[in-house]
């Protein structure tokens, strides 16, 4: 036999005492909300009906509002539905508390409207609820099977039993291809190409000797006579060809002569005069 603990009993009071008083309220409710819908002039199976909806309106959303809880959903449509019957339920039972003795007033059409209220209340229930993701079960593939390996069977050889032997054919000799010979490669003629030097051209010895008697300072204390002979030594050129080179370098050049001006002669003679 089961032990009854306390924890047991505890357990089954929270368990039984919310039962009854939904039981009670729910048969006080349900006659008060019949009476409303009586003198509201709805029919008595109406009535009847009309009585039973806010009690179970409640219920359905108390498993609901658990439901949603266990599996994360939102709490909002549930909690609609609960306080909808709750606050039918009271102004039902407060209307009947006063006496049900004057014109039913608004309490005509709410009575006339309340059960398609109560079925879109209920509906959304329904409606609202998300579907909780499937569960993906892990797949357990199938191990291959292996065939088992038999033993290749060995016959037995007796002594004095010579065992023939297939004759093995020499293997064929593979046809050898020619291999195709090169073919040479077109010559090709380089064309060397040669530069040719160009040498400066050398100065002549009339240039050379313009060139060192131009070079010579002024400080040289030596006439022009004995410079020019030494230049000419250095240049093995004559001495009377060095002074000649020297004086046609000294000379003018030659000046056009104009109608009106100096003549012939007189030019020939100042050239003269200066080669002198």
């Given at each position: 036999?089961?032990r009854?603990?306390?924890q047991?009993?505890?357990h089954?009071?929270?368990?039984?005492?919310?039962?009854?008083l939904?039981?009670?309220?729910?048969?006080?409710a349900?006659?008060?909300?019949?009476?409303?819908?009586r003198?509201?002039?709805?029919?008595?199976?109406?009535?009847?009906?009309?009585?039973?909806t806010?009690?179970?309106m409640?219920?359905?959303?108390?498993?609901?509002?658990?439901?949603?809880?266990?599996?994360g959903?939102?709490?909002?449509?549930?909690?609609?539905?609960?306080?909808?019957?709750?606050?039918?339920?009271?102004?039902?039972?407060?209307?009947?508390?006063?006496?049900?003795?004057?014109?039913?007033?608004?309490?005509?059409?709410?009575?006339a409207?309340?059960?398609?209220?109560?079925?879109?209340l209920?509906?959304?229930?329904?409606?609202?609820?998300?579907?909780?993701?499937?569960?993906?079960?892990?797949?357990?593939?199938?191990?291959p099977v292996?065939?088992?390996?038999?033993?290749p069977?060995?016959?037995?050889i007796?002594?004095g039993?010579?065992?023939?032997s297939?004759?093995?054919?020499?293997?064929?000799?593979?046809?050898?291809?020619p291999?195709?010979?090169?073919t040479?490669a077109?010559k090709?003629?380089?064309q060397?190409?040669?530069?040719?030097?160009?040498?400066?051209?050398?100065?002549?010895?009339r240039?050379?000797?313009?060139?060192?008697?131009?070079?010579?300072p002024?400080?040289?204390?030596?006439?022009?006579?004995?410079?020019?002979?030494?230049?000419?030594?250095?240049?093995?050129l004559?001495?009377?060809?060095a002074?000649r080179?020297?004086?046609?370098?000294?000379?003018?050049a030659p000046?056009?002569v104009?109608?009106?001006?100096?003549?012939?002669d007189?030019?020939?003679?100042?050239?003269?005069?200066?080669?002198?």
């Amino acid at each position: 036999m089961k032990r009854i603990t306390g924890q047991g009993v505890e357990h089954a009071l929270a368990t039984a005492l919310p039962s009854l008083l939904g039981a009670g309220v729910f048969a006080v409710a349900f006659v008060h909300v019949h009476d409303v819908a009586r003198w509201a002039g709805q029919p008595e199976w109406a009535s009847w009906l009309i009585a039973t909806t806010g009690e179970l309106m409640a219920i359905a959303a108390i498993v609901e509002i658990r439901a949603r809880r266990r599996d994360g959903g939102s709490l909002f449509w549930p909690v609609l539905v609960l306080v909808a019957s709750v606050i039918f339920s009271g102004a039902c039972n407060l209307t009947a508390a006063y006496g049900l003795k004057s014109d039913p007033g608004h309490w005509t059409p709410v009575m006339a409207l309340w059960p398609v209220i109560a079925f879109a209340l209920v509906a959304g229930l329904k409606a609202t609820r998300s579907t909780p993701a499937p569960v993906s079960l892990p797949v357990v593939e199938d191990s291959p099977v292996v065939a088992p390996v038999t033993a290749p069977v060995v016959e037995p050889i007796t002594v004095g039993t010579t065992v023939e032997s297939a004759p093995v054919s020499a293997p064929e000799p593979l046809p050898v291809e020619p291999t195709p010979e090169p073919t040479p490669a077109p010559k090709t003629r380089t064309q060397s190409t040669t530069r040719k030097r160009t040498t400066p051209p050398k100065l002549t010895k009339r240039a050379q000797l313009l060139a060192l008697l131009a070079a010579v300072p002024s400080s040289d204390r030596r006439n022009e006579g004995q410079i020019v002979a030494d230049l000419a030594a250095q240049l093995d050129l004559a001495p009377g060809t060095a002074r000649r080179y020297v004086a046609e370098s000294k000379r003018p050049a030659p000046v056009a002569v104009l109608a009106g001006d100096t003549s012939a002669d007189e030019l020939v003679d100042e050239s003269v005069a200066v080669a002198a």
